[in-house]
């Protein structure tokens, strides 16, 4: 049950970068023994409310509380001391030391002659996976960890220092569905034994199912702060956007042309097999099916990032070369990586030269690229695509998550693809920037642009996809329309059985 005084309050705190206000007089109280999620669209101040309680930025105004007396972080080590541990969509641990080192950093049991005691470390981090009733090794090096198990080893770091404030921020995101619950049945213990829990999320399904409160932030702003059983999944996402959303998936009736991408027989044994399938202009294609069945791979062998056994990839009549991407580029192919961050942008460049990596060699005069040409072209597709930023100048690393996927997607729409292959195009980006990334999928398709989509959410398969492509286990197993297209239809033939009509 949640303490009756709040363990920390958020009171009217305010932080600026430069003329940004990021966050402008938000309040909010956090109690023990609940979980309480902070929901809004990328750029609504969410990460820095994150970073004000890890101590990575201080409020310019307004004021910390803990247990009614209010409190100064000014580090990262302010914020440990005072019982509070920011657990990362991306884990920061030492991945050359051991799970044991990594969570016992800082706070090593000493022997005899004060030594490190290696035993008693060791022991110490398998009473803390006991509790969490998790199974990994603590001598085991954290390098090759998978993300769940790093963020797991991360709650344990929380759990050896007592902390009473554990934030999890998008924890889920690069997680499976297996992997989701137990985090989730570790989430629910924490705050059983009495921590209060901050949750980010863009899932609403995930805000339902563990948090008891919520508090909505918009343009910097607090919007609300409510029991989550007494606001609606709808009535979030209107005080989200501040305005009515309309449909989330705005899919335009288009009549499908001519054949531009045919897939036949492609194999890179035993990952995927005999796979072939066409795509035809003002088309939108989704290869749906459960993780570890191909999909991303067929797109990245596809696209020749991959290398294949068999099979052939043709654009508008002509048969790509295998594995070569500067092909599939010069054919008109665009891919649009699951994950943005590693394989869509240079992360350390700034946002004009990212939009125009893929046509710097159009853009340049007598072999050189100019700043005139770069800037004008990047400011044309970040305006088309509504993206937030400072500076063109500015390193794409500044932006949230959402604005990072609009430059990645004016990177290639830059070049006016005739296929379009997207991967997971609204992983981790607000419900608003999503109805936006959809509006432009269709109107793509409108525009003649055969457009291949992989997608987890069945949601967003059902909604946009003119005809859904199953796979399972590497082999496509059914090709339904839209009109035959269910959850159930599709989670039968992604599981092996018979898919219903």
């Avoid at 805000?207 to 702060?225: F, K, N, P």
């Avoid at 004016?410 to 920037?433: Q, S």
């Amino acid at each position: 049950m949640p303490t009756e005084a709040p363990v920390l309050r958020v009171r009217a705190v305010s932080k600026s970068f430069g003329a940004v206000a990021a966050v402008q007089g938000v309040s909010f109280d956090l109690y023990g023994g609940e979980a309480h999620a902070l929901v809004g669209e990328n750029g609504a101040g969410k990460s820095t409310i994150v970073k004000m309680l890890a101590g990575v930025h201080r409020p310019d105004a307004g004021t910390l509380e803990l247990d009614g007396v209010p409190i100064e972080l000014n580090t990262p080590a302010d914020a440990k001391a005072a019982g509070i541990a920011v657990i990362y969509q991306e884990p920061t641990l030492f991945p050359d030391l051991s799970v044991a080192e990594n969570i016992a950093m800082g706070r090593q049991p000493l022997g005899r002659f004060k030594t490190i005691d290696r035993t008693a470390m060791i022991e110490q981090a398998e009473q803390l996976f006991t509790r969490l009733g998790v199974s990994i090794e603590p001598s085991r090096p954290a390098r090759g960890l998978s993300i769940a198990d790093q963020q797991l080893v991360e709650i344990a770091k929380a759990l050896s220092a007592d902390a009473r404030v554990v934030v999890m921020d998008e924890p889920t995101a690069a997680l499976t569905g297996v992997e989701v619950e137990r985090l989730f049945a570790v989430a629910r213990s924490l705050r059983d034994h009495g921590a209060a829990l901050v949750f980010i999320s863009h899932r609403f399904e995930e805000v339902t199912a563990l948090c008891e409160r919520v508090t909505i932030m918009r343009d910097g702003r607090h919007v609300s702060t409510d029991l989550v059983s007494e606001v609606s999944v709808d009535e979030m996402v209107r005080r989200m956007v501040g305005r009515e959303l309309g449909a989330l998936f705005p899919k335009q009736e288009v009549t499908p042309g001519a054949v531009v991408l045919s897939v036949a027989g492609l194999t890179r044994d035993p990952v995927f097999v005999d796979v072939s399938f066409e795509v035809r202009a003002g088309e939108i294609v989704a290869l749906a099916g459960l993780v570890g069945s191909g999909r991303s791979e067929v797109v990245q062998s596809i696209f020749g990032v991959d290398p294949r056994d068999a099979g052939t990839v043709t654009v508008a009549g002509k048969t790509l070369k295998p594995a070569s991407p500067r092909a599939a580029m010069a054919a008109g192919v665009a891919l649009v990586p699951e994950d943005r961050r590693q394989q869509g942008l240079v992360m350390e460049l700034s946002i004009e030269r990212n939009v125009t990596l893929p046509r710097s060699r159009a853009l340049s005069q007598l072999g050189f690229l100019t700043g005139s040409n770069e800037r004008r072209s990047a400011k044309e597709w970040t305006q088309r695509l509504k993206t937030k930023y400072g500076r063109l100048q500015d390193e794409v690393g500044t932006l949230s998550g959402g604005n990072q996927q609009k430059v990645v997607l004016a990177k290639w729409l830059a070049t006016a693809p005739k296929v379009l292959i997207v991967d997971e195009p609204t992983r981790g980006i607000d419900v608003g920037t999503k109805a936006e990334v959809h509006r432009l999928m269709s109107s793509l398709a409108a525009e003649g642009v055969a457009v291949l989509m992989v997608s987890s959410e069945l949601p967003e398969v059902l909604g946009m996809a003119d005809r859904v492509l199953v796979m399972r286990e590497g082999r496509l197993v059914a090709e339904l329309d839209r009109e035959r297209a269910t959850e159930e239809s599709v989670m039968f033939a992604a599981m092996g059985q018979e898919a219903t009509v």
